[in-house]
């Protein structure tokens, strides 16, 4: 059975940082692609960003509202992949899934979330 | 980018058929999947790829597409079945290529 743990979330102030860890296991992780998605409160789900595996280039795309703002990498040693969170802005308060894509095209397994509160 | 739009509310009585619709310009050319969310709790896919359905999901799930528009069917809904749910496609010549619908939110009477 697939588990994707979340970690990392929490309060911050709007400007500041924060990198989100998500743990995976019960899948070859070098074989995966990873996602995040987010949802702020009371509002539906958003992509947030995707990581392919490293023998498909290991590339990442963003969503245009976090683009420059936020990175995703991935450590395979460990079976973790990151979000790095910079700039932070009210607006990216949400709880922050990470999600398993599956032929490219959805996304087959979710973790519980973390929540990130940017507040002053 | 692509935009799908759902009924914010669907009602159903137990025992009935809940059809929750998506509908969007590239629904025609994509295959469509469909995501449950329990209150409190991470999404779940119980569709994909317009009708498929995942192992473990009941056979009371089911999907279709006609033309612009998606179907989520719940036959025999049951008190359980309480949740939102999300379409979803892949725009691949988008630069933003994940998008999910508005939501459903299913009330079970």
Request: net charge neutral.
């Amino acid at each position: 059975e697939v588990q994707l743990v979340e970690s990392g979330g929490g309060l911050v102030k709007p400007g500041g940082s924060l990198r989100l860890s998500c743990a995976a296991s019960g899948l070859i992780f070098n074989n995966a692609w990873l996602s995040w998605v987010r949802q702020a409160p009371g509002k539906g789900l958003e992509w947030v960003g995707r990581i392919k595996n490293k023998v498909d280039g290991g590339t990442t795309e963003y969503a245009a509202p976090v683009k420059g703002r936020f990175t995703i990498s991935r450590d395979d040693s460990k079976n973790k992949v990151y979000l790095q969170m910079n700039s932070l802005k009210a607006e990216d308060t949400a709880v922050y899934y990470c999600t398993t894509v599956r032929s490219t095209i959805h996304f087959d397994n979710w973790g519980q979330g973390t929540l990130v509160t940017v507040s002053s | 980018s692509s935009v799908l739009t759902q009924p914010p509310s669907v009602s159903v009585a137990p025992g009935q058929t809940a059809r929750i619709t998506c509908g969007g310009n590239i629904i025609g050319s994509e295959g469509v999947h469909w995501y449950q969310q329990r209150p409190g709790q991470a999404p779940v896919v119980v569709v994909y790829y317009d009708s498929d359905r995942p192992s473990g999901i009941s056979e009371r799930f089911s999907g279709s597409k006609s033309g612009n528009t998606a179907t989520l069917t719940i036959s025999r809904v049951e008190a359980g079945d309480e949740a939102d749910y999300y379409c979803q496609v892949w725009d691949s010549g988008s630069d933003h290529p994940y998008v999910f619908g508005t939501g459903t939110k299913v009330t079970v009477l």
